[in-house]
């Protein structure tokens, strides 16, 4: 039996209960702050616990995803795979719960109403490359510093995009 943790298919957390993310977006008040806030609070231990316990199908897995969003020119295929890179730490966390709430999160992010417009992507990318370079080398406090890094990072950008009446509402939904 595979484990828990690293569940695969329609029983996969990260997938089926995606689908909560639009009941949470319009029935409830959530906005892209609560969820940026959320994410803060639950990803770094995410990428600790991933750090400490990801498999070798887990990170190859991550490896593969990390290389096209560096390879790649399509926005996308970028946001695609962004979105893919935090999926699987949170299936390899080791914690079902923490899982299931990321699956939630990352929804109501990418699914939300609203969307930044293009972002500085070689920051994003440096910033993944040393949530990435702990997580292969099992270290979870740098993991868990580079995610609290990269998630900040994301709240500021927001809040500068959203007074710079940069925020667009989403053309595409994946």
Known sequence: LPSPHNAQGPNDPSSSLRFLSVIIRNFTKADLDQVMLTRIATEPTIAFLAARNI?????????????????????????????KFHDI?????????????SSMLTGLFYVGQLSTVHGDYDAIIEQHQKIYDAIREKAPQRAEEAMKKHLLT???????????????????RQ
């Open 55 to 83: 498999t070798p199908q887990g990170l190859e897995n991550l490896t593969s995803t990390f290389q096209i969003m560096k390879e790649t020119d399509s926005d996308r295929a970028f946001r695609f795979n962004d979105r």
């Open 154 to 172: 994301a709240q500021q950008y927001i809040g500068q995009s959203r007074e710079n009446k940069d925020l667009k509402p989403l053309v595409e």
């Open 89 to 101: 730490l949170a299936q390899e966390c080791g914690n079902c719960i923490l899982s299931m709430v």
